[in-house]
């Protein structure tokens, strides 16, 4: 039986996020699903593990850990190899400002909770909604593109050759904007990067549609 317990719904961002960095890092986990629509996850029993009742999760055996990012950092002081971020503190702020870029800029404003609201509680409906998500990612994408191109730090991923935070957040993110038909012809070194991703096995098994609870 696996020391870690990964509450999450298989179409979460940030939940790609966290199984995509488990599988980096070899570790092994079981899965608990929750549809979110439904509202599965806000029960008594889940936020007791998270007050919040959000996905992801990681029950681990030190505690439950919310918020990805978090989950992530913790990952990577409890299980440093392979590292998700460089040796160097300028290389390392250089991956995190990458990652905050999607984790911090687009993805607070595009999480299915504020979705919901613009559908719903704000009358925009369907067409809004994805009017909505399509702004806030071309708001950060044309700035996230001239990054990764222009900077000498940036190999076959976002940092050098070696896949890590900044990239977990990328793939995530554009995996995301596929379901508002977001296409990457602007975006030609996103695009590469996110191509070298999906031919990695730990991004490709993180994938929503290969997810045991995929619909």
């Avoid at 939940?15 to 995509?20: I, P």
């Avoid at 900077?151 to 995301?176: F, I, S």
Wanted: hydrophobic share 40%; glycine share 6%; with cysteine.
């Amino acid at each position: 039986m696996s020391d870690y317990i990964l509450h999450e719904f298989f179409r979460s961002s940030a939940s790609f996020r966290v199984r995509a960095a488990l599988k980096l890092k070899g570790i092994d986990y079981a899965h608990r699903s929750y549809k979110l629509r439904a509202k599965e996850q806000q029960t008594d029993a889940f936020r007791a593990l998270n007050p919040q009742a959000l996905v992801p999760t990681l029950q681990t055996p030190d505690g439950p850990i919310g918020q990805s990012l978090a989950i992530i950092e913790w990952l990577e002081e409890t299980h440093p190899a392979p590292p998700l971020l460089p040796p160097d503190p300028r290389g390392r702020a250089r991956v995190r400002g990458l990652a905050y870029m999607v984790a911090m800029e687009i993805h607070p404003l595009n999480n299915l909770r504020v979705l919901q609201h613009v559908a719903g509680e704000l009358g925009q409906g369907e067409a809004g909604m994805a009017k909505w998500f399509r702004h806030w990612v071309a708001q950060t994408f044309p700035a996230l593109e001239a990054r990764l191109a222009g900077e000498p730090d940036t190999g076959r991923y976002c940092h050098g050759d070696t896949p890590g935070l900044a990239d977990l957040c990328l793939a995530a993110q554009v995996m995301n904007n596929r379901r508002f038909d977001i296409p990457l012809d602007d975006y030609p070194t996103i695009a590469r990067i996110y191509d070298a991703l999906m031919a990695l096995p730990a991004f490709a098994e993180s994938l929503p549609e290969n997810q045991p609870d995929a619909i």
